[in-house]
């Protein structure tokens, strides 16, 4: 599992973009964060290889984020739980994370075998 945000662990830093323009004033091979579902900045980051996460919030969302190579999918832990079994059928290569609040939701989000967890 990963986790993300911890105080204890050391993790990848996320970059928030607001803008495509705003990509090229990010540190090289950094992960973007994409807070909103948006199609234009995911094929964005798809065609120029570029790794982000996305904040998804529906099944839908989750499918598509797959297809434009989201490194991780962001979302709430009841979405997260719901997506475990979808993406693991469909083999999906985005990692699936679920926004938690504080470390006491890691075990609950392991015994559902999320991928991973984001500490707000």
Do not use: R
Not at 52 to 78: D, G, P, R, T, W
Request: with cysteine; aromatic share 12%; proline share 2%.
């Amino acid at each position: 599992m990963k986790i993300f945000g911890h105080p204890w662990i050391e993790s990848e830093a996320f970059y928030q973009i607001e803008t495509i323009e705003a990509i090229a004033e990010t540190a090289s091979n950094s992960t973007l964060k994409i807070d909103h579902f948006n199609i234009e900045f995911m094929s964005y980051c798809d065609k120029n290889s570029l790794a982000y996460m996305v904040v998804v919030s529906s099944i839908k969302e989750a499918i598509f984020a797959n297809l434009f190579h989201a490194k991780y999918m962001l979302a709430s832990k009841q979405l997260a739980k719901e997506l475990m079994p979808i993406a693991q059928n469909y083999l999906f290569d985005s990692l699936v994370i679920a926004s938690i609040e504080g470390d006491e939701d890691i075990e609950e989000m392991a015994q559902f075998n999320i991928d991973g967890v984001f500490i707000t």
